[in-house]
């Protein structure tokens, strides 16, 4: 009776980034929860381990687990860069991957990427919103500013990317989260 109350839980692994699990030990675990039936596998980036790349890999190497960026970190690259290698890793996974975004904190953002860390906040909704649009075939305009108004930073700059018309149908399902607008799971520091 009480089972049949309860929701189920999907179990996944999160497997970080070097030095705390080698590349090798990475595919190894994200094949062993492919073979566990497990629900998902996340790949993070930081210093030195780009998480699109081992994603790539691990996609190649896996056959059902879902595949999920824990998280791709706003600085390191342009929104509609990143909706580009979302939609690759989607195709290249067969519908499974699933985007995790978020800017990382200072210390990252400034001293790794060279990108000043200002309106965390704002600067995830704006690059949220760019990533949606471009996911979507949408046009994506050229400002001079960001959305709220202020100068550019490399997180609201962005240009018109005729290349978006090109992206396969497919790549519009690719399943973002939270859910019921579905664009990422975010994380910021306020």
Same mark, same amino acid.
């Given at each position: ?57 691990? %996609? @190649?190497?896996?056959?059902?687990? *879902?595949?999920?960026?824990? !998280? #791709?970190?706003?600085?390191? /690259?342009? $929104?509609?860069? +990143? ?64 959305? %709220? @108004?202020?100068?550019?930073?490399? *997180?609201?700059?962005?240009? !018109? #990317?005729?290349?978006?018309? /090109?992206? $396969?149908?497919? +790549? ?19």
């Amino acid at each position: 009776m009480i089972a049949s109350t309860l929701a189920w839980m999907r179990i996944g692994l999160f497997l970080a980034y070097w030095p705390w699990f080698s590349l090798e030990e990475q595919v190894d675990l994200a094949v062993m929860g492919d073979e566990l039936d497990l629900d998902s596998v996340w790949i993070s980036e930081a210093w030195g381990q780009d998480a699109v790349s081992v994603l790539g890999l691990l %996609a @190649g190497k896996t056959g059902r687990i *879902a595949l999920g960026s824990g !998280l #791709m970190q706003i600085p390191a /690259r342009q $929104p509609a860069a +990143t909706a580009m290698a979302a939609a690759s890793l989607d195709v290249i996974s067969g519908g499974r991957f699933r985007l995790g975004l978020g800017v990382s904190g200072p210390q990252v953002s400034e001293g790794w990427y060279g990108v000043p860390f200002a309106r965390p906040l704002a600067r995830t909704r704006e690059y949220v919103e760019i990533v949606r649009r471009a996911l979507s075939r949408e046009r994506l305009p050229t400002a001079a500013t960001s959305t %709220a @108004g202020e100068p550019e930073t490399p *997180a609201s700059t962005f240009s !018109l #990317m005729l290349a978006v018309e /090109r992206i $396969p149908h497919r +790549t519009a399902s690719l399943t973002l989260y939270p859910r019921p607008h579905s664009c990422a799971w975010t994380a910021s520091r306020a």
